[in-house]
């Protein structure tokens, strides 16, 4: 049993002339007395919590930063009226800062054999699963001095996807496909792509792609035009180390790492390629693979909700033999990695000739926007140290992408707003280049 706010009033109210008025000890007493009779009866008549029946409903996903209601249902099967406060608690990060006590706490008054419902807001603040922890309720009697208290179990899970805010560049991406397809005869000649018909020379034709039979069965010289082939096969490696934890713009580049990757696989899938995901450190933490072209953006986006940083440094070995294993004939592998010189120069230099001998390898890091807006800083001395920090920060970046281009390796690095674009460029230009 409870006491509410308003009997601990009282029974100060009565219990203070105790020590100070002994002549009137009887009817203090009485006072007393009657306030306990009156909190007795009000615990009484306030309805069990126990036997209250609780489930749940409502939306089990949601993506990261819109909102997600989930319904919890109140059966009142005892012969007393329910009035009661409700407190349903989710994990802090369910909500923006601030906003818990308003979301989570609800009234309610739910009258014999009958139900009540109440939804519960969240807006998640991180990606993941967010599971529901405990619902407690405070059941008053009718005076509302006193009230029974318990708590329920009522399990549910909330996956919070990525957001996918990159998807606004999908519908020029896909002009530019189709506008690519429309101009293969321009675009795509030469070995490894699907041969698609012929036209007449023009100068300037690659004279390899001459077809001497059908030029010598006709006036003009008739080369062979081409179309980018279908059904190739893209590899998505996530490296999940210690360095796709460094924040940029207030997320870890992780999160950059997977919007740029949900839109190169949306991309991909449209122009009826395969795509298959990797996440590693040095232990496989997500694998899609063998979905078809509808169900490849679902499967992936489910796999990387629970994804984070882990604080290890990555097996660049473990990594590459884990592409091969997924990758066994040809493909294109993108690697979201750092372009940092230690990490590239002691872990993924050593094998990346593993890759490149058989598969065409992008290569995309995330840029932290910060550094050039440091090497632009000038005013007093400790500007300037700033950006001759930061210009030297990205020079080593330009010699590590300029390392991995002499290997055979495209080089895509950009802030988190534009990795994502600049990625399906890179993409549709190899595409045009015929080296898909």
Same mark, same amino acid.
Not at 331 to 360: C, K, N, W, Y
Not at 391 to 397: L, V
């Given at each position: 049993m409870a006491l509410t706010g308003r009997a601990a009033l009282l029974a100060a109210l009565g219990s203070v002339p105790v020590g100070v008025l002994e002549p009137g000890w009887t009817g203090i007493l009485a006072v007393n007395g009657s306030l306990a009779l009156a909190c007795a009866c009000d615990y009484a008549l306030a309805a069990p919590v126990r036997r209250l029946l609780l489930t749940r409903s409502g939306d089990s996903s949601v993506r990261l930063g819109d909102t997600a209601d989930v319904t919890l249902t109140i059966t009142n099967p005892s012969r007393r009226l329910l009035r009661a406060r409700l407190r349903d608690a989710w994990p802090p990060s369910s909500w923006q800062a601030g906003t818990e006590i308003e979301a989570s706490r609800h009234r309610l008054s739910v009258p014999p054999g009958e139900r009540r419902r109440v939804t519960t807001r969240l807006r998640p603040t991180r990606r993941g699963d967010r599971q529901a922890d405990r619902v407690t309720i405070r059941s008053y009697g009718p005076l509302g001095l006193v009230a029974r208290q318990g708590s329920h179990k009522v399990p549910w899970t909330v996956r919070v996807l990525p957001p996918f805010t990159s998807r606004k560049h999908l519908p020029s991406r896909l002009a530019r496909l189709r506008e690519l397809d429309g101009r293969t005869s321009l675009l795509t000649r030469g070995e490894g792509t699907e041969f698609d018909s012929l036209r007449e020379y023009v100068p300037g034709d690659d004279t390899r792609s001459i077809d001497w039979r059908a030029t010598a069965r006709q006036s003009a010289v008739a080369v062979r035009t081409w179309r980018p082939e279908r059904d190739r096969h893209i590899l998505l490696v996530l490296d999940t180390g210690r360095t796709s934890a460094g924040r940029v713009d207030d997320a870890p580049r992780l999160d950059a790492s997977l919007d740029a990757a949900l839109l190169l696989a949306a991309l991909a899938s449209r122009a009826g390629d395969r795509v298959a995901l990797l996440a590693y450190d040095r232990r496989v933490r997500a694998l899609v693979q063998g979905r078809s072209a509808g169900d490849v953006l679902p499967s992936l986006v489910n796999a990387m909700a629970g994804l984070e940083p882990e604080l290890v440094e %990555? &097996?660049?070995?473990?990594?590459?033999?884990?592409?091969?294993? %997924?990758?066994?004939?040809?493909?294109?592998? +993108?690697?979201?990695?750092?372009?940092?010189?230690?990490? !590239?120069?002691?872990? $993924?230099?050593?094998? $990346?000739?593993? $890759? %490149?001998? *058989?598969? %065409?390898?992008?290569?995309?890091? +995330? /840029? &932290?926007?910060?550094?050039?807006?440091?090497?632009?800083?000038?005013?007093?001395?400790?500007?300037?140290?700033?950006?001759? /920090?930061?210009?030297?920060?990205?020079?080593?970046?330009? *010699?590590?992408?300029?390392?991995? *281009?002499?290997?055979?390796?495209?080089? !895509?690095?950009a802030t988190p707003e534009d990795l994502a674009p600049a990625l399906a460029d890179a993409y549709l230009a190899l595409k045009a280049a015929g080296r898909l």
């Open positions: %990555t &097996d660049a070995r473990g990594l590459t033999a884990g592409a091969l294993r %997924t990758a066994p004939r040809r493909s294109l592998i +993108v690697l979201f990695t750092t372009l940092d010189a230690a990490p !590239v120069e002691q872990g $993924l230099l050593p094998v $990346l000739p593993q $890759l %490149t001998r *058989r598969h %065409t390898v992008l290569i995309a890091s +995330v /840029a &932290d926007p910060g550094i050039a807006r440091m090497a632009q800083a000038r005013g007093d001395v400790e500007s300037v140290y700033e950006a001759a /920090a930061a210009a030297q920060t990205q020079g080593e970046r330009r *010699r590590t992408a300029e390392q991995l *281009r002499r290997h055979g390796v495209t080089v !895509v690095d």
